[in-house]
């Protein structure tokens, strides 16, 4: 298991300089990433969400984000003065939903997915869809 090694599951070419990447199957190119092990059991002790191709866990500061939920309840509860801002910011400008505009998950459909690191409250969001 690979919490217990501190060494998250992995994904396909995974490169960052945040974490010490930890090659998984380097003959498929997958690599984890080497996070403190008390995190990785809080992480898998947490419940999971429902989204359309599993479930993905951000990270932040060296631990794995909170995850705020949806975009309509994360605007809900966030309460963002500009939402479209908000929106731009969970961002890199090279990613392809940052030119959907928020208004393009409100239906649900693609969903978008917001996290906040509990350490220095930045958020950041993923998203996927059918």
Request: with cysteine; proline share 8%.
């Amino acid at each position: 298991m690979e919490a217990s090694r501190g060494v998250t599951h992995g994904v396909p070419g995974l490169r960052t300089d945040q974490f010490e990447v930890v090659p998984i199957d380097p003959d498929e190119d997958w690599y984890g990433i080497r996070v403190p092990t008390e995190h990785l059991w809080e992480l898998l002790r947490t419940p999971g969400f429902h989204s359309w191709q599993g479930e993905r866990w951000l990270f932040c500061c060296r631990q794995p984000m909170t995850y705020l939920g949806g975009w309509c309840n994360a605007v809900e509860s966030l309460r963002p003065d500009d939402p479209s801002a908000f929106y731009e910011f969970h961002f890199d400008p090279d990613d392809e939903a940052r030119g959907w505009g928020h208004e393009g998950f409100e239906s649900g459909s693609p969903s978008l997915y917001v996290y906040r690191c509990r350490s220095c409250g930045r958020c950041r969001a993923t998203w996927d869809c059918d």
